[in-house]
């Protein structure tokens, strides 16, 4: 049972174009949202986080949107560099059940310089 | 403040032995994730654990698997009798509130 679906399994962007990264959700309940970043043979990063509360977290490059009632998200890159080029994973969890976190199958990203 | 961490980082055994995985969570962390991600998969959740306690297993396989964090050490990971589908990367993370934080991984490879 996926309860986080990441569809795109790999996008290509040219440096200094925007990146967007999209997941999708099925369970309702979820109300803290993370992505992290991977690089190859590294543990994954944290990046970003938004809570059920807001619609909108900005920091710098990087802006995560969520819309709750098409119970997706999406990870905008802009601009996107080639040092940006790894797995993004998307992530949702209770606020207060950090233990159900469940994460997407992952999004491979490739800046082209 | 050291990060989680994991060893070895690198693990390679025969069909049929046993493998050990550690994990020191961050200072202060009390709560940790073990997740495996096989080759071209996400994450999956295997089990959660607290100072001594099992919270969650549910994604952990019945057999030949087992976890612990004791009140002293890190949170071993333990598989017997090694199969070659067991091959992948291990991971832990830590929390204490929202979020987890990955240690760098272990990848078992099973000859």
């Known amino acids: 049972d996926q309860q986080v679906k990441q569809n795109s399994p790999s996008l290509s962007v040219q440096e200094g174009r925007i990146s967007i990264l999209n997941c999708d959700y099925t369970?309702?309940?979820?109300?803290?949202f993370l992505w992290y970043k991977k690089y190859p043979a590294e543990g994954p990063t944290f990046l970003i986080s938004?809570?059920?509360?807001?619609d909108k977290n900005e920091d710098g490059r990087f802006t995560v949107f969520l819309n709750k009632s098409a119970k997706h998200l999406s990870l905008h890159i802009v601009p996107s560099q080639p040092g940006d080029s790894a797995v993004y994973f998307c992530?949702?969890?209770?606020?207060?059940?950090?233990?159900?976190?469940?994460f997407g199958a992952g999004t491979r990203l490739t800046v082209k310089p | 403040n050291a990060g989680v961490m994991q060893n070895p980082r690198h693990l390679v055994r025969r069909r049929g032995q046993e493998a050990r995985l550690r994990c020191s969570p961050m200072?202060?962390?009390?709560?940790v994730y073990w997740y495996r991600q096989l080759p071209e998969e996400g994450l999956k959740f295997m089990v959660y654990?607290?100072?001594?306690?099992?919270?969650?297993e549910s994604g952990m396989p019945k057999e030949r698997f087992s976890a612990e964090f004791p009140k002293e050490g890190p949170s071993i990971l333990r598989i017997q009798q090694v199969v070659r589908g067991d091959s992948a990367a291990y991971f832990c993370?830590?929390?204490?509130?929202?979020?987890?934080?990955f240690g760098p991984g272990t990848r078992l490879t099973v000859l």
């Open positions: 993370a830590s929390s204490q509130g929202p979020g987890q934080f």
């Open positions: 369970n309702s309940m979820f109300d803290y």
């Open positions: 938004i809570s059920s509360i807001k």
């Open positions: 992530a949702a969890s209770g606020l207060n059940n950090n233990n159900d976190m469940r």
């Open positions: 200072k202060g962390h009390s709560h």
């Open positions: 654990l607290q100072k001594e306690n099992i919270i969650d």
